[in-house]
């Protein structure tokens, strides 16, 4: 099976842009969730999408958010981007019945 | 609330050494407790975890890792360490009546020749 797929792999954008992240799940995987890393803070949730229904949501504002179509796959958006979004942006899908999480490579996003 | 503390930001340990990372945690439920390894600009990969049943639950690459109700721990384990084990390793618990999952804030593993 194809792993976890996310687009693009890097994005340079400039402060008060928005951006759209992509994540592709593994094929059957219904749960994709996704994670901003940065050296600073870790690995944060900031959201987890079931069916194409949030289930779980990080503490974030509101300029993040995301949705999952009905094929699994999943878009985050950051609206009005600020320096301190700049962060690697990973996205997980799991299987039901199952717990552990495989990630994608990230998208790492660079504001200026 | 649920939490992860891995104690060590960095682990050094010779090639053909035991390693251990070490993890504890703290959740309101049963726990779920996961090991993931992060190498330079890549995702993380899923290594092993604990649901329920033995304590010692054993992964991918030689990893095993013990959980410890009474201490709330979950330390990952290795008897002889690869310079190809350098890395980055997370540890993460899931409530079992929650849905997401939080890491720990993750600890460099380097193995030396």
């Known amino acids: 099976k194809a792993g976890v797929t996310q687009t693009p792999r890097y994005l340079i954008k400039t402060r008060g842009q928005q951006v759209t992240l992509s994540c592709s799940p593994i094929s059957g995987h219904r749960s994709v969730s996704w994670y901003q890393q940065t050296p600073g803070q870790g690995l944060q949730f900031l959201f987890e999408y079931f069916s194409e229904t949030q289930r779980n949501k990080g503490n974030f504002p509101g300029r993040f958010s995301g949705r999952q179509f009905s094929n699994s796959r999943s878009e985050m958006n950051v609206s009005t981007l600020e320096l301190g979004d700049s962060a690697l942006y990973l996205c997980a899908s799991s299987a039901v019945g199952t717990h552990e999480q495989y990630f994608g490579p990230g998208t790492r996003l660079t504001v200026t | 609330a649920q939490s992860v503390a891995q104690p060590e930001d960095q682990v050094n340990v010779a090639e053909g050494n035991p390693l251990t990372v070490k993890c504890t945690y703290s959740?309101?439920?049963?726990?779920?407790l996961f090991w993931y390894v992060q190498y330079p600009n890549r995702g993380l990969q899923f290594l092993l975890k604990y649901i329920t049943g033995d304590n010692l639950v054993k992964g991918s690459y030689g990893f095993e890792a013990e959980f410890n109700k009474s201490q709330t721990s979950f330390h990952l384990k290795k008897p002889s360490a690869l310079v190809s084990d350098s890395a980055l390793y997370f540890c993460a618990v899931r409530d079992s009546n929650a849905g997401k999952s939080t890491f720990g804030d993750g600890t460099t593993l380097t193995v030396k020749p």
């Open positions: 959740v309101s439920g049963n726990p779920y």
